[in-house]
């Protein structure tokens, strides 16, 4: 077939906009497990640190297994692929009495919705003309509210199918646990729906560009590159970035920003919400029973949750792939390549927190997990919804 015949059906718009989605999904794909060993590999070097130990060390390139006289350490980096290879070769055991069907689905139904939250999370901008989001839908909030709930039916399932009372009492946990919270995540984000007036995640980014990220209590008006060459235009938008209703709004804001990292929290079963799992009561919760890969699953499942909730974290509150005077990649693929670095270092950053408070805070009793959700987050985010709606009426009027 000729090539310029090939270029052009490549290019019809149809077809573009498939293979693209496909090029996206798979790298995204990609990097997001690749991201997942890495995060694994932090935390061990996290906890030790915090720990005052040395970590792991010794796991590099085995040399002694090529014919060599001795292995190369590397720093430790070989555990992030000896963690799988483990896992794999493992035996997947099933215990009697199990329902053989839900057992080996409930794994699944973990892993499955944070993958699928990435599709509608801008990771960058543009990268030779290819908006960089795998589906760019107006609905993108409630999209991720939706897929993120089917999560607890893979826990509970598991507890259920695993015909054993301590998976049992961790799918029930985890269920009250997740339900709970939903509420008060699902509030928080109204008051963003209010001030951007969009559910679209790519235009609450856009709306930080031109506005500035939802966290800051004060933000340059017009702020570029150009304008730190020019001192006078740099004064003027600095003076014009002083707003009484920004800073009115950055209340409310900041509100919901940490009722929203804190539900996260709890969404992905991360210490100190982990009582789904609690090793010293449950044994391990509702993945007890589970072995091999089925059980790297639910691991491989928190870590995703907690790559994607980082994700809509950095996207909604923090200008999402934007950084100051850093422009997009209309203004060329490098400038575009620095967004996706600049998504992907912000998410590091939040996974780096989620990271230092599991190995630096207790595990809450159930009851005050309850009761920091009912009657601490869930009164608190319907009164931020009313406090941002007077902010605005007085405001505009």
């Known amino acids: 077939m000729d090539t310029a015949l090939i270029l052009h059906f490549l290019t019809t718009p149809l077809v573009f906009l498939i293979w693209t989605t496909f090029l996206k999904t798979f790298i995204l794909l990609n990097v997001v497990l690749g991201v997942v060993s890495v995060t694994v590999f932090a935390e061990r070097k996290v906890s030790a640190f915090i720990q005052d130990r040395t970590g792991p060390n010794r796991v590099g390139i085995p040399m002694t297994l090529l014919g060599g006289k001795k292995d190369i350490p590397l720093w430790g980096l070989g555990q992030m692929i000896a963690d799988p290879v483990k ?7 099933v215990p009697a009495g199990v329902n053989k069907f839900f057992f080996w689905l409930a794994p699944k139904l973990v892993l499955l919705p944070p993958l699928l939250v990435l599709a509608v999370l801008p990771f960058g901008s543009s990268l030779f003309g290819v908006e960089m989001t795998i589906a760019n839908i107006n609905v993108g909030v409630l999209f991720i509210f939706a897929v993120t709930s089917l999560s607890v039916y893979g826990i509970t399932i598991a507890g259920w199918a695993s015909n054993s009372k301590f998976p049992f009492i961790g799918g029930i946990r985890s269920s009250s646990q997740m339900i709970s919270y939903e509420l008060s995540l699902g509030l928080s984000i109204i008051p ?20 500035g990220w939802l966290v800051a209590p004060y933000w340059p008006h017009g702020f570029s590159l150009d304008q730190l060459l020019h001192p006078k235009d740099l004064i003027h938008s600095l003076i014009a970035g002083v707003s009484l209703e920004r800073f009115l709004l950055w209340i409310p804001m900041m509100v919901s920003f940490v009722i ?4 996260i929290f709890a969404e992905t079963n991360r210490l100190p919400f982990d009582l789904p799992e609690a090793e010293q009561e449950l ?6 029973e589970y072995s091999s890969m089925n059980f790297a699953s639910f691991f491989l499942g928190e ?12 996207s909604i509150f923090l200008g999402g792939w934007s950084l100051p005077i850093i ?20 998410v ?4 780096l927190f989620m990271i230092w408070i599991r190995w630096t805070l207790p595990r809450f009793r159930y009851d005050q997990l309850m009761k920091l959700g009912w009657l601490g987050f869930f009164p608190i985010a319907l009164f931020n919804i009313f406090l941002t709606a007077i902010i605005l009426a007085v405001v505009h009027h």
Do not use: R
Not at 327 to 341: E, K, Q
């Open 348 to 351: 590091s950053v939040i996974l």
């Open 303 to 314: 870590y995703a949750a907690m790559f994607a909730g980082s994700g809509a974290i950095v």
């Open 260 to 263: 929203f990292l804190v539900s």
């Open 192 to 211: 963003i729906f209010m001030v951007c007036g969009t559910l679209n995640i790519n235009e609450i980014v856009d709306w930080q560009i031109k506005n």
């Open 87 to 93: 896992l794999l070769t493992k035996e997947n055991f």
């Open 283 to 288: 044994v391990g919760g509702y993945h007890t």
């Open 327 to 346: 422009p997009d990649g209309s203004h060329g693929w490098v400038w575009g390549l620095v967004n996706i670095g600049a998504w992907f270092a912000k």
